[in-house]
């Protein structure tokens, strides 16, 4: 059997490493691709790139602002994504107080005050058991500073920019699968419960136990969903 073209979209201040579970355990059926969201300041620009050296047809997975830009891509070229994963995200814009914050973090960051993800921000992304978890929580932690400051400015004035998509949702073709960890803070349960409505024969998946970085906290059961997704609709 052909390994199918995967595209792996990372959130804000995530890498690589976000998706190493998912791209090492389903190498056996997927060419994993990580596309890189950190060279530009919107959501379009960025799917745009990611289009460029994405192969002809692929499954899309994101998360986060990985699924903004999953969204963007659809609108773009739907006719090149064979089936899409959206993470622990949302269809809807920004709210103006969250444009507000953002705004404010991104002033932090060009007066050389960024943080990256700090201790304190931790029980936004993870579930609270795991925040003593020193091998997950230096994940992040990493991945942030690696991202860096430039680039987190970038990623959030792109982030509060978005377009609504949920006027999109109902005109996606292909396979959808939702997932989400029922404790997600950020982008809560309910969130996606709005996405499975509007985008016809999706599929929803909630992982227990779980904050918003479902993939990294717990790979296991998101490598398991996302081999079974994409091996049903490739069977």
Not at 105 to 125: D, H, N
Request: hydrophobic share 40%; net charge negative; aromatic share 4%.
């Amino acid at each position: 059997m052909s390994k199918t073209p995967v595209l792996f979209l990372p959130g804000l201040l995530c890498d690589q490493a976000l998706w190493a579970h998912q791209t090492d355990h389903l190498s056996d059926i997927a060419e994993g691709l990580v596309a890189d969201l950190t060279q530009d300041s919107s959501v379009p620009a960025m799917a745009e790139r990611v289009l460029r050296t994405a192969p002809p047809h692929f499954a899309l997975i994101g998360l986060s602002m990985g699924g903004y830009v999953a969204f963007e891509i659809m609108r773009q070229a739907p006719q090149r994504v064979t089936q899409l994963a959206l993470l622990d995200t949302q269809a809807r814009p920004d709210t103006p107080e969250a444009k507000q914050q953002r705004q404010g973090l991104i002033s932090l960051a060009q007066k050389g005050e960024f943080k990256g993800v700090t201790t304190r921000l931790l029980p936004r992304l993870i579930h609270n058991s795991r925040l003593m978890d020193d091998s997950l929580t230096g994940t992040i932690m990493k991945m942030a500073e690696s991202v860096g400051r430039e680039a987190f400015a970038r990623q959030q004035t792109a982030i509060m920019n978005r377009a609504d998509s949920r006027p999109d949702l109902p005109g996606i073709k292909c396979p959808t699968l939702v997932l989400c960890g029922r404790e997600d803070a950020l982008t809560p349960l309910a969130l996606h419960e709005e996405m499975v409505q509007l985008i016809p024969g999706s599929v929803q998946s909630i992982i227990e136990d779980c904050g918003h970085l479902s993939a990294l906290e717990r790979p296991q059961a998101v490598t398991a969903m996302l081999r079974h997704w994409l091996t049903y609709y490739n069977s």
